[in-house]
């Protein structure tokens, strides 16, 4: 049990997305009683954020629980709350363990309009699956022959198509790089990443999937905000509060060794401060947001991590131009022979990093709606252009891979996570030449260890980047806020022995 002056100890926490939340409800729980959230906008949930369009509910951030299953706390939790449709609840769905990708039937479509055999696509999607594996292997191993994740797959994808597909002719093999390519802008959809030479060969398998097929929140992934939120005492939660500065080390007469100072003046003394702001912001703002500065080696981390963006742009129709049963639509440019996941032309051509379409369904709820997924500068980009833009080239996109000159979308809705001046981006992938000492400074307290003649635990750091294996999600995010909540609660619990210093460049 922690101690009396433990439980009095005052605790602000940055930023009420789920991680926050889930750091204040398990310190409110255990008994901590001066826990207060500074929340910079009017809502909470941060990347949990469920919108309308048209008469349903969707998803601009957060859509799935990945790997609904019983060691998934964001499952466990919507369970309990009644969150989930019976058929998330049925053990086989928890038993599937799909690595990661789910096993969508896939509607194939070609820029010559023309819709594709997928059984004719298989050998493709073998080969990409293949690599992905092999991909996932190298952070066991501790090697790296490649210098990234998208060197890596090219070199091979190439390599291999050579060997495999020499029987082929020309034209199936041509169209079988071009699904290579629109697979690896898939990636980059799953991993924010603008492009998969990015994203580092040997860190790209410290992240872990959970057994479960993919389940989504019949309500709204906000149920599970509004739900926790009901746990935690009125008023915890403060918004319109950006925090500007968390000064720490205050050793001149102040009372506590933390001061956060909030854009409008503000100034909030704290014996603890637990940071849950998103990469994409700590990236941008670090020079400001603390003093004094962060240690070097927690600074190189910020900027080795990657944080990129990942759009959504939701389109209705009167009726299906795919198949009944369909749950993605790929879209194979048929000049993209090159592997390529990144545009040239990032103005004039923004449209075709967009990989495809999933198809929300079922359709008795949502009509006829799919939801288009675009990584990169090329989604950046989108984001700065009038609605009506976005719209007329989407409906020429689809026109195009139709061969229907003329579908049109009847309404259209697009996130902007760049834009966002609390996220600047959509989550976070390791970066080249990460490693999981990264992720293990990102996470580590202030001040470090060895710096004893301060009150240790002044700043902690929670949200999904600080999750050692399942940062970029949702479970990861409350996984990290209950870690740091532990922390304090084992801090004031007891004193344990020292931990030995390493190099943490
Ligand atoms: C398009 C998209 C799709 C996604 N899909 C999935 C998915 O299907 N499944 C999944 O598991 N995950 C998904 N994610 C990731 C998931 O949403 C996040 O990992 C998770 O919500 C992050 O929670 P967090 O608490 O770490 O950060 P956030 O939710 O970003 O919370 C941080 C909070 O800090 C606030 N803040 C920032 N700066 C300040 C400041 N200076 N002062 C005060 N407050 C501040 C922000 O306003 C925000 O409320 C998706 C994300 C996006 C963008």
Redesign the pocket.
């Known amino acids: 049990m922690a101690s009396r002056q433990g439980l009095d100890s005052q605790i602000v926490i940055?930023?009420?997305?789920?991680?926050?939340i889930a750091a204040a409800q398990k310190l409110v729980k255990y008994g901590f009683h001066n826990v207060r959230i500074?929340?910079?906008?009017v809502r909470s949930?941060?990347?949990?954020k469920t919108g309308k369009f048209g008469n349903n509910i969707i998803e601009i951030?957060?859509?799935?629980?990945?790997g609904p299953s019983e060691e998934n706390p964001v499952f466990c939790l919507a369970r309990e709350y009644g969150l989930l449709e019976p058929e998330a609840l049925n053990p086989e769905n928890q038993a599937v363990d799909i690595g990661g990708h789910p096993p969508w039937v896939t509607n194939w479509f070609s820029s010559s309009g023309k819709k594709l055999k997928a059984e004719d696509m298989n050998p493709a999607v073998d080969l990409f699956a293949e690599l992905l594996h092999e991909a996932g292997e190298f952070a066991s191993k501790g090697v790296e022959p490649h210098s990234s994740m998208g060197d890596f797959i090219r070199t091979e994808a190439r390599l291999r198509a050579e060997k495999q597909w020499q029987a082929e002719g020309a034209r199936t093999r041509a169209q079988w790089m071009c699904l290579i390519s629109n697979q690896l802008k898939l990636e980059c959809s799953i991993n924010g990443s603008h492009t998969m030479d990015e994203v580092s060969l040997g860190a790209f398998g410290l992240y872990k999937t959970l057994p479960g097929l993919d389940c989504t929140f019949t309500q709204g992934y906000e149920g599970l905000v509004k739900n926790l939120m009901a746990e935690l005492p009125g008023g915890l939660v403060t918004y319109r509060?950006?925090?500007s500065c968390v000064r720490w080390n205050n050793t001149e007469g102040a009372d506590r060794p933390v001061s956060v100072e909030v854009e409008d003046g503000e100034r909030v003394t704290a014996d603890h401060v637990i940071v849950?702001?998103?990469l994409g912001?700590l990236k941008r703002h670090h020079a400001t947001l603390f003093s004094p500065p962060l240690p070097l080696h927690k600074l190189l981390s910020v900027q080795r991590m990657g944080f990129g963006t990942?759009?959504?742009i939701f389109v209705e129709f009167d009726s299906p131009w795919w198949d009944v049963d369909c749950e993605v639509i790929c879209l194979l440019w048929e000049d993209e022979e090159d592997l390529v996941d990144q545009v040239a032309d990032v103005k004039r051509s923004w449209i075709r990093k967009l990989f495809g379409f999933t198809v929300l369904t079922p359709t008795e709820r949502y009509g006829h709606v799919l939801c288009g997924w675009i990584a990169g500068h090329e989604s950046e980009y989108m984001e700065t252009l009038p609605e009506q833009e976005v719209m007329h080239a989407v409906t020429q996109l689809i026109r195009t891979f139709t061969g229907n000159p003329i579908i049109t979308p009847r309404r259209m809705l697009r996130?902007q996570?760049f834009q966002d001046p609390?996220?600047c981006g959509?989550?976070t992938y390791p970066g080249r030449s990460c490693s999981s000492q990264d992720l293990a400074n990102l996470m580590e307290p202030l001040p470090s260890k060895g710096a004893s003649q301060f009150p240790p635990l002044q700043v902690l750091f929670a949200?999904?980047a600080t999750h050692h294996c399942y940062y970029?999600?949702?479970?990861?995010?409350l996984l990290s806020g209950w870690r740091e909540a532990d922390r304090l609660i084992s801090h004031y619990s007891s004193t344990g022995p020292p931990e030995p210093l390493h190099s943490k460049l």
């Open positions: 940055i930023g009420s997305g789920i991680s926050g500074l929340e910079a906008t949930g941060g990347r949990i951030g957060a859509n799935w629980i990945h509060r950006p925090v849950t702001v998103p912001y990942n759009n959504k996130s996570w609390w996220t959509s989550y949200g999904e970029s999600t949702v479970h990861g995010a």
